[in-house]
Nanobody, 118 residues
Framework: QVQLMESGGGLVQPGGSLRLSCAASGSILRINAMGWYRQAPGKQRELVALIISGTTNYADSVKGRFTISRDNAKNTAYLQMNFLKPEDTAVYYC?????????????WGQGTQVTVSS
């Protein structure tokens, strides 16, 4: 079983920065991908950024402002968020996809609130 612990959310003014962390623990065999999703009130959960074997993908709305990275030794993913906008306000969730001999499995964190407001 894999557990994900997110941290780093909070309240920030427009134009500010935050860095989210997602630490994976437990019986991890092989991480295929780690990513960040977000869900704003009344909206569906959407992909923000994904990192697969060093290759990154971003939602158009965050390109040039957000950077996803991963520390393989620590099984931790990060999301550096710069130039934050009020529309970035959401609960941010970490997702990990693990490969095992029985197939691939996805795990989610509990979410961390990011609020961008003056």
């Amino acid at each position: 079983q894999v557990q994900l612990m997110e941290s780093g959310g909070g309240l920030v003014q427009p134009g500010g920065s935050l860095r989210l962390s997602c630490a994976a623990s437990g019986s991890i065999l092989r991480i295929n991908a780690m990513g960040w999703y977000r869900q704003a009130p009344g909206k569906q959960r959407e992909l923000v950024a994904l990192i697969i074997s060093g290759t990154t993908n971003y939602a158009d709305s965050v390109k040039g402002r957000f950077t996803i990275s991963r520390d393989n030794a620590k099984n931790t993913a990060y999301l550096q968020m710069n130039f934050l906008k009020p529309e970035d306000t959401a609960v941010y969730y970490c997702k990990l996809i693990e490969s095992t001999g029985r197939g691939s499995f996805a795990y989610w964190g509990q979410g961390t609130q990011v609020t961008v407001s003056s």
